[in-house]
């Protein structure tokens, strides 16, 4: 069983920047794909970004693309979005999930391929 517990949303004006993080509970979280997703009022959960166990793979949905950056510190059972640019579309409800990855470089951007999921933290962004 993994838990994972997220923190940093908040509301910030466009243009400003956020960092989320995502604690994880147990002792085998570097066995851990992680990922970020996302969900606006009205709209399916999306893919944000992933990170693969070794944290040298990191991929991103095209609206957030050199806007955010994942990272992860296995020590510290954490992993971390920064978002900068924010733009009022990226306001959403920000989930991370954890996937049991047989390969270090593996990453997911498929919500149904997770097996662990956070609470979610809002995110809003004025304009």
């Known amino acids: 069983q993994v838990q994972l517990v997220e923190s940093g949303g908040g509301l910030v004006q466009a243009g400003g920047s956020l960092r989320l993080s995502c604690a994880a509970s147990?002792?085998?979280?570097?066995?851990?794909?992680m990922g970020w997703f996302r969900q606006a009022p009205g709209k399916e959960r999306e893919f944000v970004a992933a990170v693969s166990r070794s944290a040298g793979n990191p991929h991103y949905a095209d609206s957030v693309k050199g806007r955010f950056t994942i990272s992860r510190d296995n020590a510290k059972n954490t992993v971390y979005l920064q978002m900068n640019s924010l733009k009022p579309e990226d306001t959403a409800v920000y989930y991370c999930a954890a996937k049991s990855a047989r390969y270090e470089s593996d990453w997911f951007p498929d919500a149904d391929e997770y097996d662990y999921w956070g609470q979610g933290t809002q995110v809003t962004v004025s304009s």
């Open positions: 147990g002792r085998t979280f570097s066995r851990y794909a």
